[in-house]
């Protein structure tokens, strides 16, 4: 213990902490004087310089140690002290140092409470900032607020309360005044000695981030008092808040009737709507406050006002976690209660046209259900979905709320918009005592709504087989159809429902019924691989073999999705191998399009033909096209398929009437491996179709460098020629593929070879404007000077054709006497022959009856049968042709929603014309342009509360004409020499010049004085040339069809005109258009 007795160096040290004079003070500490020395009363170095606020002294002495919590017989701390006195920057220094904020001294006295005494705001602040607590009282109870009432500090108790850290979210002074009904608080904050009545308005009206004022939260608490001061003191009583919240709606929703009275005495209106347009008595009637329903209607309150929106969202969005609470509080304001978030029924807050009747009867709170319907409530008073009372306590069960309702003469077949009533609903939600007393009220069993669906439709789907069960003891048939012709078996079959099925086949439930496109429930559930549901329908007899309207067995839809084990059990019930669709196709040629190794080897194992051919895509075909399940893996790059198909004896060379084989079309796709395999199962590597066409011209076509090395290593004649003459270096000069033109010139291609028109492959490259192929034909001898059959050389045809720079290569290099064609003669562009070979793989069937679940994919199949190849005979101009132009009228992304890159697509390639169509073309309308129309019939269309996981199941899809939808139609065909069939890229639509015509945009570039040209990357069917110097400043060229939406009749020729495409207007005056 410290004598009390100091000597003189210790009185001397002290005094010097006390005057500041830091020398001294260290001066006495190195000659041994203890740094804690202390004086009488217990006050130190380190107390005296802090009451002084010498901060360096007390920096120092810190730094050496002095002990910061040190306190003198009082209890106080170098921080209480620091604090009483005022000494903010001695405070900090502190605090910093470790100082205790919260330490107390003998009467309970904190650091906080003495400065809060004293009016040291910034102090305070920094106390506050440091955690000091607001809550640690003296042992007379008082806490730093009450101290800093006492003293009337306003600014010290504004900044209290701002900073009472009990509470999720900080508020201002006044608003936590009014959640702790502390009116003398609240009016220490209102009054001031200056423009008391302007300034206080301005405080009492005072918004957080959400709003909300002080009434607001006085409302949410029902403190009546402090309610009383604001509105006294000129709160306003309808202030609105975020989405439009006023205290009476606070206070209806917390039930508080006094805060009720009090604001609607002092004129607050009583039909005050949010943004969503909740009334005071939507909220009372939601949270069930019986009084606060019966003041309202007492008062004139309207029943029927309507939300709209999204219903109680906003409330509980604004008001959650808006305040602070403790044990001793009411709960934090939250109004999440509204949409009751732990309620099954929460969903129908966004329903738009809710009445107080609903919301009450959503939650169950038959009292005030009773009230309004006592005050004429018009019990069938519907939502904006036509939705009633009835309705919404069938979805959430409430038997009680139910009764009252049909006691009160509800009816009990109101239909809500989509046709679903109350006992729809009841059976969807499995609320049997709810469907049971509907029954008893007269619900009609066979209500159906507008997609044809029955209770028992419903309540199969969703398989609540007591419900189908109560069902069908009351009559209701397992064979009623929707609109689509199934019945409830076909809904449990969709949905999976085992138990249910079971139910209905012993029940009387017609196992073969068929839907209007000839589904049966067999159909649906082999497609989704339930083998327990497909093994009953099979036990009841089904039909292993039923087909549907395009011709799919049950076993081509399990081939389809890869179900092996569904695939084997309908094997087992005899099940057809070679059963076909109305297109030609086994299931052997499903399972190898889609990849299904497993079901494929195990159609193989029970002996399915692999060389099966499919007919055409239509019935209307002239021929058949031959295709081969191993046609389709080869074409769909199916390398396990394929080597399994050839394992169990595939025909490698089997060829389609055109003469394809999977050669063909495994070169086309650039498989290596697959045309590897193929060749050592004997493939013909020369194999020709009809056109003359081999494996190498495809590869040289489609750039496949790889597969050309794996031909010509197997020994592939480097030069065939086609009907037409043309040579796989041809089709590669023609393309521009110079790394294929060089691998063939390396492997002794004629580079002087001619077609049947004379040209060379330096005609076909000078024709394209192909400049590096040309230069690469020269280095390997071509001759400049070899002339077509029409006397052209290749720098004639390039001239004519304004290809500047092929003509400044070959000048050189060219013979200028030898014959050229006439300026106003035309050059008739020349195509090497192309695959025009569509493979008929689409899957309509299973495209029509699943919409929720397939999609078509990268290719179809011809429908006509037109013999032709899946390949990409007509490409189109592409973004990178675009770009290599010039052009920047295509927007990066696409445009109007689609992706430039992609083919241009539609079921009709010329709406003037009836002309075959290809399913290549309608793919895509299907998938991109046309909007979706499969209608989700649930227990209430578009009403997501009642719907939920109905919506994804029950899909109706219905029909609608294609007149309805926007399509983009193809430009009619041109026809080139070759006889190839062309078509014009359409990129987009836009408004046309001449109002009768719907214009299609095609390019837009930029040309100069040099020229400029647009073409198609792999047709010459429209080019568009500006020949040198034409243009003597840059201009922008566009392009566009112009083209009727629809004709009856073609239109009216003239003498030499044919259906191709017209020419609307040609400009400048004076321009030429060549090709």
Known sequence: MTEFYLSDSNASYLRAARAGNLEKVLDYLKTGVEINICNQNGLNALHLASKEGHVEVVAELLKLEAAVDAATKK???????????????????????????????????????????ENHLEVVRLLLESSASQSMATEDGFTPLAVALQQGHDQVVSLLLENDTKGKVRLPALHIAARKDDTK???????????????????????????FTPLHIAAHYGNINVATLLLNRGAAVDFMARNDIIPLHVASKRGNSNMLKLLLDRGSKIDAKTKDGLTPLHCGARSGHEQIVEILLDRGAPFLSKTKKVVGV???????????????????????????????????????????????????HLNCVQLLLQHDVPVDDVTNDYLTALHVAAHCGHYKVAKLIVDKKANPNAKALNGFTPLHIACKKNRVKVMELLLKHGASIQAVTESGLTPIHVAAFMGHENIVHALTNHGASPNTTNVRGETSLHMAARAGQADVVRYLLKNGAKVETKSKDDQTALHISSRLGKVDIVQQLLQCGASANAATTSGYTPLHL????????????????????????????????????????????????????????????????AAKNGYTPLHIAAKKNQMDIGTTLLEYGADTNAVTRQGISPI???????????????????????????????????????????????????????????????????????????????????????????TKNGYTPLHQAAQQGHTHIINLLLQHGASANELTLNGNA????????????????LRPVTDENLTTMSASEKHKINVPETMNEFLDMSDDEV????????????????????????????????????????????????Y???????????????????????????????EILAPTKDTLQSVCNDISYLVDPLNKHLAVTRDYSTECMRRYSWTPDTVDHSHNTVSSPIHSGLSSPLPQYDSRFLVSFMVDARGGSMRGSRHNGMRIIIPPRKCTAPTRITCRLAKRHKLAYPPPMVEGEGLVSRLVEVGPAGAQFLG
């Open 896 to 926: 109007m929603g689609f992706s430039i890159g992609a083919r241009s697509a539609s079921s009709d390639r010329s709406n003037t014309l009836n002309r075959s169509s290809f399913a290549r073309d309608s793919m895509m309308i299907e």
């Open 314 to 364: 906003a409330l509980s969005h604004c008001l959650h976690n808006i305040c602070a609470t403790s044990p001793q509080q009411p709960p934090p304001l939250r109004l999440n209660s509204l949409t009751a978030q732990d309620d099954q029924c929460n969903k129908l807050d966004i329903v738009n046209g809710l009445s107080p009747l609903h919301m009450a009867t959503q939650g169950d």
């Open 558 to 621: 399990a081939a389809r999705e890869g179900h092996q084990d569904v695939a084997a059990m309908l094997l087992e019930h005899g099940a057809m191998l070679c059963s076909s669709t109305k297109k030609g196709f086994s299931p052997l040629h499903v399972a190898a399009k889609y990849g299904k190794m497993e079901v494929a080897s195990l159609l193989l194992q029970k002996r399915a033909a692999p060389d099966a051919a499919g007919k055409g895509a239509s019935p209307h075909a």
């Open 847 to 894: 495209r029509v009856n699943v919409p929720e679940t397939l999609k078509e994919e990268s290719f179809s199949d011809v429908y006509e049968g037109e013999d032709a190849m899946t390949g990409d005979t007509d490409k189109y101009l592409r973004p990178q042709d675009l770009k290599e132009l010039g052009d920047d009228s295509l927007p990066q992304e696409g």
């Open 794 to 809: 290749a720098l004639s045809i390039a001239r004519r054709l304004g290809y500047i720079s092929v003509v400044d290569t």
């Open 75 to 117: 209890g106080n701390t170098a921080l209480h002290i620091a604090s009483l006195a005022g000494q903010t920057e001695v405070v900090k220094e502190l605090v910093t140092n470790g100082a205790n904020v919260n330490s107390q001294s003998q009467n309970g006295f904190t650091p906080l409470y003495m400065a809060a005494q």
């Open 664 to 754: 063909h079309l495994a070169a086309q796709e650039g498989s290596v491996d697959l045309v590897s395999l193929l060749l050592t199962k004997n493939a013909n590597v020369n194999t020709c179709n009809k056109s003359g066409l081999t494996p190498l011209h495809l590869a040289a076509q489609e750039d496949k460098v790889n597969v050309a090395e794996v031909l010509l290593n197997h020994g592939a004649d480097v030069n065939p020629q086609t009907k037409m003459g043309y040579t796989p270096l041809h089709v590669a000069c023609h393309y521009g593929n110079a790394k294929m033109a060089n691998i063939l010139l390396q492997n002794h291609a004629r580079v002087n070879g001619k």
């Open 185 to 211: 608080a609240a009016a220490l904050l209102l009054q001031n000695d200056h423009n008391a009545d302007v300034e206080s308005k301005m405080m009492v009206n005072r918004t957080t981030e959400s709003g």
